[in-house]
């Protein structure tokens, strides 16, 4: 047999380009479903900062020199906390077991506004990833935009409990006798709606990364209930599912804010009431080593 018989009658040689071509294009898609996963991963749990950390080191040259966003600013002696309640610990989980979840309102305005202002300062003493600080509040009082606020709600709550929430869902909000009619929106005297900002910009407009942006948020939206219930001021946490978008075109917030938390605050009706449930207990809640 010549050499042209052989490799006219080999099938893997006669079609070597044909077989090359799909190894190649095989090994590119593998690749790409690896990145993919990587990926896949890392925002199934909630990494949003390492996925786009990812992704900027691919495009990054390692001889590139970085600024960063904060001064760089003089180390100061800190000797611990100077302020602190009479009544130490004891005293405030006190008021915070004193707290509970209001959904009645009276319509009457908090005396003085600068309550409200100094509880917002105390949320954003809160840590930040990088103190990048990434939380904005805004405060609405006025009626027209509480309705409009109310009927946005409205509007996805009739659907989310109609057909996006499971049963199961449904069967474990009904020791609180909620539904889709949310009238604390105007009956409360304000609403604070909580955005985290995902990133932020630097003074020359460059974009920055604000890490564990919304870890940052939930931080300050913790100590923002604890400082309103020091004041004396009622609160209700609300995370209006699929209302997000159309809240934030309403109150004109930039594209690099996401509503975190929609919070009406103010005074219990005389009427309110709450669920007497039990909290959990300091054993079932603890684990000492």
């Known amino acids: 047999m010549t050499t042209n018989e052989f490799f006219g009658k080999s099938i893997f040689l006669s079609n070597w380009f044909s077989i090359l071509l799909v190894t190649c294009v095989a090994v590119l898609l593998r690749c790409l479903v690896a990145k993919f996963d990587v990926a896949k991963y890392l925002w199934g749990h909630n990494n949003e900062e390492f996925v786009s950390d ?67 300062l105390a949320a954003g003493c809160a840590p930040s990833g990088a103190h990048t600080e990434p939380w904005t509040f805004c405060v609405i009082s006025n009626k027209d935009f509480k309705h409009r606020i109310r009927h946005i709600v409205e509007r996805e709550e009739e659907i989310n409990y109609a057909q996006r929430m499971s049963k199961q869902w449904r069967s474990d909000l009904r020791p609180l006798k909620t539904n889709h009619v949310k009238s604390y929106l105007t009956d409360a005297p304000y609403l604070i709606l909580v955005f985290k ?32 219930q020091a004041a004396g001021v009622s609160s209700l946490v609300t995370t209006p599912l699929n209302c ?29 009431l709450i669920p007497n449930f039990k909290r959990k207990e300091l054993k079932d809640i603890i684990f000492v080593n």
Request: hydrophobic share 35%; aromatic share 10%.
């Open 54 to 120: 990812l992704t900027n080191n691919s495009k990054e040259g390692d001889c590139e020199e970085y600024l960063s966003a904060l001064p760089e600013v003089e180390h100061v002696p800190y000797f611990g906390a100077t302020i602190t309640l009479p009544g130490g610990s004891k005293q405030f989980y006190e008021m915070a077991n004193n707290r509970h979840s209001v959904r009645a309102f009276k319509p009457h305005p908090i005396p003085a506004f600068d309550v409200i202002e100094n509880c917002i």
């Open 197 to 228: 900002q995902v990133y932020g910009f630097t003074k020359s407009g460059k974009r920055k990364q604000h890490y564990y942006n919304e870890i940052s948020v939930s931080i300050a939206v913790g100590i923002l209930l604890c400082a309103l």
């Open 244 to 272: 997000g978008a159309a809240l934030c075109r309403l109150l004109k917030r930039p594209i690099n804010e996401k509503l975190l938390v929609l919070m009406p605050i103010g005074y219990p009706s005389d009427n309110c």
